[in-house]
T-cell receptor
């Protein structure tokens, strides 16, 4: 069972470069999320998509864009990477946005911006 | 805005009970969650509690909710070395987004 798959797992960028983190889920979930995890700060929500065709800003959206390509895929783009975006990025999905359903996480993408 | 706070570190001896505490701010949260993160992995749901409950037990795990004080705790009975991980408390805000605490690193000493 694949669950939530993120690529790449590791990436090193120079300041100003752009890149896209890819995320796909095979559980037919409606809602998808992008979080970043920094030491001592827990997980902070960057963007989310409650359903196919919608995207909304989370707590820390500046410097990022997202695309909900279809029900399965939700990508996160850094247009001009900055050292402050060095972090571990997690994609997650849930069957629907509300209710007690579990949020399923990918294994994370570790990004370093030099 | 909503905020979830946890202590950063807890160390216990194998076989003892562990209690991880959390405070949250959004009194309208319908569900409160505990997630576990092992090294190099994403988070996994451990358990959750509905806001109209004050206790939930699931094998070695006991969740206590004090809604008046907005305090949530997770007790792990007979803690094992395999329980060493980071534990995150989370509340669901009014837009159904999960707001996570900063995580409590549990170290279980043999």
């Amino acid at each position: 069972n694949a669950g939530v798959t993120q690529t790449p797992k590791f990436q090193v960028l120079k300041t100003g470069q752009s890149m896209t983190l890819q995320c796909a889920q095979d559980m037919n979930h409606n809602s998808m999320y992008w979080y970043r995890q920094d030491p001592g700060m827990g997980l902070r929500l960057i963007y989310y998509s409650a359903s196919e065709g919608t995207t909304d800003k989370g707590e820390v959206p500046n410097g990022y864009n997202v695309s909900r390509l279809n029900k399965r895929e939700f990508s996160l783009r850094l247009e001009s990477a900055a050292p402050s975006q060095t972090s571990v990025y997690f994609c997650a999905s849930k069957i629907v946005a509300g209710g007690a359903g579990e949020l399923f996480f990918g294994e994370g993408s570790r990004l370093t911006v030099l | 805005g909503e905020d979830v706070e946890q202590s950063l570190f807890l160390s216990v001896r194998e076989g003892d009970s562990s209690v991880i505490n959390c405070t949250y701010t959004d009194s309208s949260s319908t569900y409160l969650y505990w997630y576990k993160q092992e090294p190099g992995a994403g988070l996994q749901l451990l358990t959750y509690i509905f806001s109209n409950m004050d206790m939930k037990q699931d094998q070695r795990l006991t969740v206590l909710l004090n809604k008046k004080d907005k305090h949530l705790s997770l007790r792990i009975a007979d803690t094992q070395t395999g329980d060493s991980a980071i534990y995150f408390c989370a509340e669901e805000d009014s837009s159904y987004k999960l707001i996570f605490g900063s995580g409590t690193r549990l170290l279980v000493r043999p």
